[in-house]
């Protein structure tokens, strides 16, 4: 999903200085003209220039703000973010999504922020939420099903990112139960929640927080050899809300064909998918350390392994050293 003007912002955050217009014109393979051109469209888009004759241009500031209506431009759902909401700043948008659902607001709901000063991810842990630098978004969903398929949502919802990084050419695998990775280290997390009866759900809301333009320098220091961003990968800069719109596009089109066709072809994409697939990783079951083979997702969500002795065991939940440097 490469254009002209984001290669154009990372030439100039690469120089931090003024570049010509004759080099920029070079390095892009486009003209003098095209450049000016696309200049002017970076700063109707909240970019701001400074040129000088004989130095070229500088870039002077970015916006970090999100467009919702260039978002909702690029919608072609029925349901999903209509409404949708954007904060610049929240606490989580988690907790916002749960306040709007409490009050009423219909299946689809979307909450996305510029930054989250708690945002939060699976066992009450911390997720680094940078201002204007990745997608902090919650989707409020009131599913046609019961409690038990819960985790079922979260594997297509995983499912769904992983197609979706790929119309923007990266590769990405599926770390159990809800980490999305790019190599060894994390690019996107999810976290799901519901209020539910015995037998009914009253709403789920799904929290996803993907890495999109950090630089690994703006990484906290203990996360840099565990988490990456899209722009780490790429050397490139994204535009998130093209991101949001192709994965809410996407991810309706995904939920029609779960609630239509159950859960199969979705356990067959995480198979194709699923980090460690087929690899050895160690494993803690009540403080009792042992090796395991990664073999294949079941339907109810548990994680099936092969034990050192040959024998399938399936995992709800345990401690597993994934590398060197991830444990979950």
Request: aromatic share 10%; glycine share 8%.
């Amino acid at each position: 999903m490469g254009s002209t003007k984001s290669k154009l912002i990372q030439l100039f955050k690469e120089r931090k200085d003024y570049v010509s217009g004759q080099k920029l014109a070079e390095e892009l393979e486009i003209s003098r003209t095209a450049v000016w051109k696309n200049i002017k469209e970076l700063e109707k888009d909240g970019f701001v220039f400074e040129s000088l004759k004989r130095k070229g241009y500088r870039l002077l500031e970015s916006p970090v703000s999100i467009s919702p209506s260039d978002i909702q431009q690029s919608l072609r759902t029925t349901e999903l973010g209509k409404p949708l909401f954007y904060f610049q700043e929240v606490t989580s948008t988690q907790e916002k999504i749960h306040m709007l659902a409490k009050e009423g607001y219909p299946n689809g709901t979307v909450v996305l922020a510029g930054e989250q000063t708690a945002g939060k991810g699976r066992r009450k842990r911390e997720w680094s939420s940078l201002k204007g630098k990745g997608m902090w978004m919650s989707v409020l969903l009131r599913p046609p099903f019961s409690p038990g398929k819960a985790p079922q949502l979260t594997l297509v919802t995983a499912t769904t990112i992983v197609r979706v990084l790929q119309e923007f050419g990266v590769t990405a695998t599926i770390k159990w139960p809800n980490d999305i990775m790019i190599g060894d280290r994390k690019v996107c997390g999810i976290l799901t929640e519901m209020k539910a009866e015995l037998d009914c759900i009253d709403y789920l809301v799904l929290g996803i927080g993907l890495n999109v333009n950090q630089a690994e320098a703006e990484m906290p220091e203990e996360l840099k050899k565990k988490a990456t961003s899209l722009y780490n990968e790429k050397n490139e800069v994204f535009k998130i809300e093209e991101i949001v719109s192709h994965l809410l596009n996407r991810f309706e089109q995904e939920l029609d064909r779960f609630y239509k066709e159950g859960f199969l072809p979705f356990q067959k994409e995480w198979q194709a998918s699923g980090y460690k697939t087929g690899e050895w990783i160690d494993v803690s079951t009540w403080n009792k350390p042992w090796r395991a083979k990664v073999i294949r997702i079941e339907e109810d969500g548990a994680l099936t392994v092969l034990d050192e002795y040959g024998e399938e065991q399936r995992l709800y939940s345990a401690e597993i050293l994934w590398n060197d440097h991830y444990h979950s």
